[in-house]
């Protein structure tokens, strides 16, 4: 049985995709299309907020774009210097949120100087809601905004002209909703009705059902391990006795 996937390929430094590895095993053929793109903004303007360490409390990073743009902005000979000669050492002595940990660690005390927060253009405001109930300050800059891969539209029609209708197609993102899904309903026609459709995780699932898309499952965290095990279930409804 074939599952999409419309998620971005892990680095092609670090082997298959391990959710292809994952469906794979429980005897699914998954194929990955590229959905997003990423373009870098602001760079200026980042590295001028990091060259004043001593304005801020520390950093906080809910993505790893965040990180490539912070890589971007230093590019330069000169940043570069100016980076390794004391700004590192300075941020260095500053705490570093990521996701998990950024609210597992909102019991400090609050800080009386903002951190900084490069994210995406479509952040949510979960975290500065969370942080500002806290009364922690937080000083959010764009870096970077999300548009639709400039090949998405020709893989879709390559992979359905050639592989037909997968048994189950799987949303990484609210994004890839709003990108993919008039499309592949063009490309299903009446068909899609037989389409189990998936979401990595509730967000995801509550933009399927906004655009009227039934989810015939959601996976328990954004593991490929739990995702294939819903599928699976999913695909096999009759025959969903998991060993205790």
Same mark, same amino acid.
């Given at each position: 049985?074939?599952?999409?996937?419309?998620?971005?390929?892990?680095?092609?430094?670090?082997?298959?995709?391990?959710?292809?590895?994952?469906?794979?095993?429980?005897?699914?053929?998954?194929?990955?299309?590229?959905?997003?793109?990423?373009?870098?903004?602001?760079?200026?303007?980042?590295?001028?907020?990091?060259?004043?360490?001593? &304005?801020?409390?520390?950093?906080?990073?809910?993505?790893?774009?965040?990180?490539?743009?912070?890589?971007? &902005?230093?590019?330069?000979?000169?940043?570069?210097?100016?980076?390794?000669?004391?700004?590192?050492?300075?941020?260095?002595?500053?705490?570093?949120?990521?996701?998990?940990?950024?609210?597992?660690?909102?019991?400090?005390?609050?800080?009386?100087?903002?951190?900084?927060?490069? &994210?995406?253009?479509?952040?949510?405001?979960?975290?500065?809601?969370?942080?500002?109930?806290?009364?922690?300050?937080?000083?959010?800059?764009?870096?970077?905004?999300?548009?639709?891969?400039?090949?998405?539209?020709?893989?879709?029609?390559?992979?359905?002209?050639? =592989?037909?209708?997968?048994?189950?197609?799987?949303?990484?993102?609210?994004?890839?909703?709003?990108?993919?899904? =008039?499309?592949?309903?063009?490309?299903?026609?009446?068909?899609?009705?037989?389409?189990?459709?998936?979401?990595?995780?509730?967000?995801?699932?509550?933009?399927?059902?906004?655009?009227?898309?039934?989810?015939?499952?959601?996976?328990?965290?954004?593991?490929? =391990?739990?995702?294939?095990?819903?599928?699976?279930?999913?695909?096999?409804?009759?025959?969903?006795?998991?060993? =205790?």
């Amino acid at each position: 049985m074939k599952v999409l996937l419309l998620k971005d390929p892990k680095d092609k430094d670090s082997g298959p995709d391990p959710y292809i590895k994952e469906l794979g095993s429980h005897s699914l053929e998954a194929t990955l299309i590229p959905v997003l793109s990423f373009e870098f903004i602001s760079l200026d303007s980042l590295f001028e907020k990091l060259s004043h360490p001593e &304005c801020y409390g520390g950093l906080v990073f809910t993505s790893p774009r965040a990180l490539e743009a912070i890589k971007m &902005c230093l590019k330069e000979k000169s940043k570069k210097e100016a980076w390794s000669k004391s700004l590192k050492q300075m941020w260095n002595i500053k705490p570093t949120y990521v996701v998990g940990k950024a609210t597992a660690s909102l019991g400090e005390k609050p800080n009386s100087s903002a951190l900084l927060f490069p &994210c995406g253009a479509l952040k949510r405001e979960v975290l500065p809601t969370v942080l500002r109930e806290k009364g922690i300050p937080l000083e959010s800059l764009t870096v970077y905004q999300t548009t639709q891969h400039p090949d998405l539209q020709a893989s879709l029609s390559s992979y359905f002209s050639q =592989q037909g209708i997968p048994a189950s197609i799987v949303f990484f993102s609210p994004s890839g909703v709003k990108f993919c899904l =008039q499309h592949i309903q063009k490309l299903s026609g009446d068909l899609i009705n037989q389409v189990k459709f998936a979401a990595i995780g509730p967000t995801t699932a509550q933009a399927l059902e906004a655009a009227g898309i039934p989810v015939s499952c959601t996976a328990g965290s954004p593991t490929p =391990q739990d995702l294939a095990a819903g599928i699976h279930r999913a695909l096999h409804p009759h025959n969903c006795s998991v060993p =205790q």
